[in-house]
């Protein structure tokens, strides 16, 4: 068993300009797993960069209201959405709502800098 508490994973400014928190990482906690999990925040009024990743992802959203651009298709987000990015897909996250927007983001195979590229 590997426990973890987001409290005492360090908060850091991603390229894209979201706050992540690494919860699991298999580079680094030794974890049998393909993927990565992230827990990420967004201020009112803020947007994330445009980005595309190698990767997949998958997003879940726990709190806040926005909208996430995935190769121009726009949907909205709330509590409760989860949505799956292709290998590939262009994205972005417009936080629409007065208070933060709270995700957990899901990348698999687990998220490399290099098979990150930002697009603005």
Not at 25 to 49: E, M
Not at 59 to 86: K, W
Not at 94 to 118: H, K, Q, S, Y
């Amino acid at each position: 068993m590997f426990k973890v508490t987001l409290a005492d994973r360090p908060e850091f400014l991603a390229g894209d300009e979201t706050r992540l928190r690494e919860i699991f990482h298999p580079a680094k906690h030794r974890l049998s797993l393909n993927y990565s999990l992230a827990h990420g925040t967004l201020p009112p009024g803020h947007c994330s960069k445009r980005h595309a990743l190698v990767s997949s992802e998958v997003y879940y959203f726990i709190s806040g209201m926005g909208r996430l651009t995935v190769n121009d298709q726009v949907t909205l987000v709330e509590p409760g959405t989860t949505i799956y990015v292709p290998p590939g897909g262009q994205q972005f996250l417009d936080n629409t709502g007065d208070t933060d927007i709270e995700f957990l983001c899901l990348v698999d195979p687990a998220w490399r800098m290099e098979d990150e590229t930002i697009l603005e």
